[in-house]
């Protein structure tokens, strides 16, 4: 089970001085199951690419196929195929238009035509994995703290029983605090076995986090993989808009410095290290 | 700032409670807390959006609490948000970095003069001509940031001015502002990233709306600001390893290129 993005081309305002290609040729493959990461820097198709995963863009050209269903063959089933795949915008909680927490929570399975006891499963279900405070079901969506407001807008999105769910951005604005939090909720519907696509800039995060990572640079997907081959490739070949994470860069100049370690090596592999060359010269 | 407390209205406890805090000529102050710990609510304070419901705030020695005096703070204490979409007016680059000094009735040839400057150290002189909108991210941020220069203001306030850029636009944002810095001006930088905050030359804490620890980075950067709850980037956490295991000398910032000159491999 998987969506599969092949070859996928996609020009805004063609035919107009203000053409731009967003994407063009990119392809990804995104587990259940998974977290994949998309990074690159601003304007590099990350967002048209997220966009493009629950169907809100259709490919213009090459294909978006969601376990198995080729979306551009079966265009009758749209509506059925963009429910299994969540999408949470950038500063979601600005989207909030409903007087309660619950009513928002509830509004996407109530467009799906879910009521009764089902419903409240639902609403159940969505603030169990999002993490709300169950307590702040009554309160108005915008008085309530960012913190629990990000959860809220997750707990929308989740309410439909998404298999896969997309993130544009999620930890922006957020203090330290509220991005653990968010990456524990990522990691542990990951782990129940739903496909996590993540858009970000934070390639640190992405690096520390993510089992797969796809990096785009204008409109091209330039390698993917996991977190040591993709820190491999950017030491080799630098990409518009990424620095490397200061840790890596430390390694790297270790490296020049006789000390190999692997990029993505952890704090206290690189204290080992770094030990072992200091003891011997003593 | 000396007892400054502000209330929002309606709101059950205050945003900002005693605060005394004084801000040199030429100082960079990174001020670093939580979300809703206060940090923005004093920043309007610093240029006069906000006047304390109690205590008093002045700037260059004019109390904020007088209307006379809010113009001139506004012209000299700039205020560069998060988002840059919130602040640029116009559509064309050099027509949105003049409309601050336009409104002050300044005229035309010193206009143009505060306008080339502001572009000069932004960067931006090539993209004067564009249409405000065709920039990217980090180029926008840089456009409120030259909008905010051309009014020649003394100091500058940075709320989270750089959580919407890329890493390569917020390292050619800050480095703009380090130059700034250079050159006088004062700079009160709002921010959670402690690798931002590692740039400043004295940082402040807030929580729950006061300021609870004031002191030097290499002070906060030795393992103090563990103790505020901000997530520690993994290169600080090497840096705090390596000193507490004399590997490090202690002056050293946890930046990876000063630690491995630091090292002596």
């Known amino acids: 089970m998987s969506i599969v993005v092949s070859e996928l081309r996609h020009t805004y305002n063609e035919g107009t001085p203000a053409r731009s290609e967003a994407l063009r040729g990119v392809s990804v493959v995104i587990e259940r199951g998974q977290w ?49 795949v969540g999408l949470v915008f950038q500063y979601p909680e600005q989207q909030f238009f409903a007087e309660t927490v619950r009513d928002e929570i509830e509004f996407a399975p109530l467009n799906w035509g879910v009521t009764g006891r089902e419903l409240d499963e639902c609403v159940e279900m969505a603030v169990r994995s999002s993490g709300l405070d169950p307590a ?83 409109g091209v997907g330039v390698t993917c993989g ?49 030990e072992e060359r200091l003891g011997c010269e003593v | 700032m000396q007892g400054v407390t502000y209330s929002y209205q309606g709101a059950t406890a205050p945003a900002v409670t005693g605060v005394d805090l004084e801000v040199n000529p030429g100082e960079w102050l990174a001020l670093v807390g939580a979300n809703g710990s206060g940090k923005s609510t004093l920043a309007k304070i610093c240029n006069a959006l906000q006047i304390p419901t109690q205590g008093v705030c002045r700037v260059m020695g004019l109390d904020s609490s007088d209307p006379a005096n809010t113009g001139e703070i506004r012209r000299n204490v700039a205020l560069v ?22 409104n002050l009735g300044l005229p035309s040839g010193e206009i143009q003069i505060r306008v ?9 002189l090539e993209y004067r001509g564009r249409g405000s909108s065709s920039l990217s991210g980090g180029q ?26 890329d890493p390569e636009g917020r390292e050619s944002f800050l480095g703009c502002i380090g130059e700034l810095n250079a050159q006088g001006m004062t700079i009160v930088q ?13 940082i402040a804490v807030m929580e729950r709306g006061r300021v609870v620890w004031d002191g030097a980075p290499e002070l906060f950067f030795g393992g103090e600001y563990l103790r505020w709850g ?23 910032l946890p930046v990876a290129e000063d630690m491995l000159r630091s090292l002596c491999l």
């Open chain 1, 36 to 84: 994949v990461s998309i990074v690159g820097h601003t304007g590099s198709g990350k967002s048209t690419l997220a966009q493009h995963l629950n169907l809100l863009l259709l490919p213009q050209s090459g294909s978006v196929s969601i376990d198995g269903t080729d979306v551009t063959r079966d265009a009758k089933n749209l509506r059925g195929l963009r429910r299994r």
């Open chain 1, 136 to 218: 702040l079901l009554g309160s108005n969506p915008f008085a309530i703290s960012g913190g629990q407001r990000r959860r809220a807008a997750l707990a929308s999105v989740l309410s439909m029983r998404p298999d896969y769910l997309v993130l544009d951005e999620p930890t922006a604005g957020l203090d330290a605090a509220g991005i653990r939090e968010l990456r524990q909720l990522m990691a542990s519907v990951r782990d129940e076995g739903m496909g996590v696509v993540q858009v970000t800039h934070d390639l640190e995060g992405a690096l520390a986090n993510s089992d797969r990572i796809l990096v785009l640079e204008r």
């Open chain 1, 226 to 274: 996991d977190a040591e081959s993709v820190a491999e490739y950017l030491l080799r070949s630098p990409v518009q808009g990424l620095l490397m994470p200061p840790l890596a860069r430390f390694i790297a100049g270790l490296r020049e410095r006789g000390i190999h370690l692997p990029l993505t090596a952890g704090v206290g592999d690189v204290i080992n290290s770094l």
């Open chain 2, 81 to 102: 948000f998060q988002n840059p979409e919130d602040q640029i007016v116009a559509s064309i680059v050099e027509e949105d970095v003049a409309f601050g000094p336009e």
């Open chain 2, 116 to 124: 080339d400057r502001a572009l000069e150290l932004t960067g931006l």
């Open chain 2, 140 to 165: 926008k941020q840089r456009l409120a940031l030259a909008g905010a220069l051309a009014m020649s203001p003394c100091a500058l306030v940075l709320d989270e001015s750089t959580s919407m850029l």
């Open chain 2, 190 to 202: 709002i921010t959670h990233r402690m690798e931002e905050a590692v740039r400043a030359g004295r």
């Open chain 2, 230 to 252: 901000f997530e520690e980037p993994l290169e600080f956490a090497l840096h705090r390893e390596l000193l507490a295991r004399g590997i490090l000398p202690g002056a050293t």
